[in-house]
Structure formats: structure tokens, C-alpha cells
């Protein structure tokens, strides 16, 4: 089993409609969880961050984590077509904040 | 504030070859990470620094990759002997001292195998 898994898409949606994104972790002692985003042939670039079970909201964006089910999801308002990236799940276990990544989904927000 | 800077930001070379990228984290951070990162996957952590000291290289294959981050600042990982399998984005981050939630990427160096 992986320790980070996402459904590698791609993911497509309308542009204005909600994009849900979705990752789960195996190791339960998992503490910190990330978003990313990747645009084709750039470096990985912070969205959000979240820490406790519940929703985390900045701006069109939400955050969803659920310690007991192990599951993370990443909510996308109003999209639009500069939302199209690769979005990348990422989990930290203990103080070395070491990034585990998984292989990221791909979003195609069409006009 | 200057970021991340990476070079080069592009490589091709013959296998067996050898070749070496070079990072200088933000001014101050005390963390220092290379990723391995593969075409159609998420980062893969080779080696974490704290200052001069590694914290993590459990994924670093030590046959063929080192790194070294001498004076607590700028870092250089090398690959030698070089195999296709090594093509990927070897990506530098740097993040402040007990601060995972500030990690910052550079660009990246772009290397290609032949």
C-alpha cells in the first residue's frame, strides 16, 4: 500500500463548477497534511495546510481532513482555467517535517 | 526576498556519466531538501539537511548519490555514475528552522539520461 494515494485523473470540470480532490495517507501517526499545486513544467507551489479533523477555508479553497478515515480532500470553487495544474497531496510525521507526496492529480478546468 | 535558486536548470548527459546540481536555499533557512522527482509522480525526499547535519537520506541510493551541504548554506547533489533511470526534476526546498509548513521549491534542474 502506498503511503500517499491519489486518483491520478485527470479530473475534468466546467469552468464555475466545484472540483473535488481527493488523497488518502496509510500511516494513521500522520500529522501535518498539504496541498500543492503544479503547474506542467514548474516547481510545487503551497496552497494550504491543515492540521486538525474538520474544514479549513481560504478564499475558494477548502481543505477537508478526516484523521479516522485517513482522508484528505482539497475543494475548489468557482473554477476557472488557470486552475488547471496538478494537484499534489502531501503528509509529515513528527518534528523533521519531512514531505511525503503522492503522484498528484491532474485538473483540466475547461471554459 | 530571493528564492530558491537552483542551476543548471537543464541537463543531458550519457549514462555512466556524471553530473552535479548546486542550491542556495532563502537567506536564514536552516532546512534544506532535495526531491527526486520522476515524470507523472509526486516528490520523492533524497536527503534532508538541518544546518551541515543530515536528518533524513533513508531514500538516497548512496551507490551512485551524494550531497553535501559543507558550510550550513548552499548544497550540492551529485549523481555518479549516471543510469537512464535517474532522468527526473531534482527539485531543492528550504524551510526555516521548525517551520514544515513554509517549505519553499526552486525551479528545479531538469535532467535527461541518453
Known amino acids: 500500500q502506498k503511503e500517499v494515494e491519489q486518483n491520478s485523473g485527470p479530473l475534468s470540470v466546467p469552468e464555475g463548477a466545484i472540483a473535488s480532490l481527493n488523497c488518502t495517507y496509510s500511516d494513521r501517526g500522520s500529522q501535518s497534511f498539504f496541498w500543492y499545486r503544479q503547474y506542467s513544467g514548474k516547481s510545487p507551489e503551497l496552497i494550504m495546510f491543515i492540521y486538525s479533523n474538520g474544514d479549513k477555508e481560504d478564499g475558494r479553497f477548502t481543505a477537508q481532513l478526516n484523521k479516522a478515515s485517513q482522508y484528505v480532500s482539497l475543494l475548489i470553487r468557482d473554477s476557472q482555467p488557470s486552475d488547471s495544474a496538478t494537484y499534489l497531496c502531501?503528509?509529515?510525521?513528527?518534528?523533521?517535517?519531512?514531505?511525503?507526496f503522492g503522484k498528484g492529480t491532474l485538473l483540466t478546468v475547461n471554459p | 526576498e530571493a528564492g530558491v535558486a537552483q542551476s543548471p536548470r537543464y541537463k543531458i548527459i550519457e549514462k555512466r556519466q556524471s553530473v552535479a546540481f548546486w542550491c542556495n536555499p532563502i537567506s536564514g533557512h536552516a532546512t534544506l531538501y532535495w526531491y527526486q522527482q520522476i515524470l507523472g509522480q509526486g516528490p520523492k525526499l533524497l536527503i534532508q539537511?538541518?544546518?551541515?547535519?543530515?536528518?533524513?537520506d533513508s531514500q538516497l541510493p548512496k551507490d551512485r548519490f551524494s550531497a553535501e551541504r559543507l558550510k550550513g548554506v548552499d548544497s550540492t547533489l551529485k549523481i555518479q555514475p549516471a543510469k537512464l533511470e535517474d532522468s527526473a526534476v531534482y527539485l531543492c526546498a528550504s524551510s526555516p528552522q521548525g517551520s514544515g509548513n513554509t517549505i519553499y521549491f526552486g525551479e528545479g534542474s531538469w535532467l535527461t539520461v541518453v
Open positions: 502531501a503528509v509529515t510525521r513528527g518534528s523533521n517535517y519531512k514531505l511525503t
Open positions: 539537511f538541518q544546518n551541515n547535519g543530515v536528518v533524513d
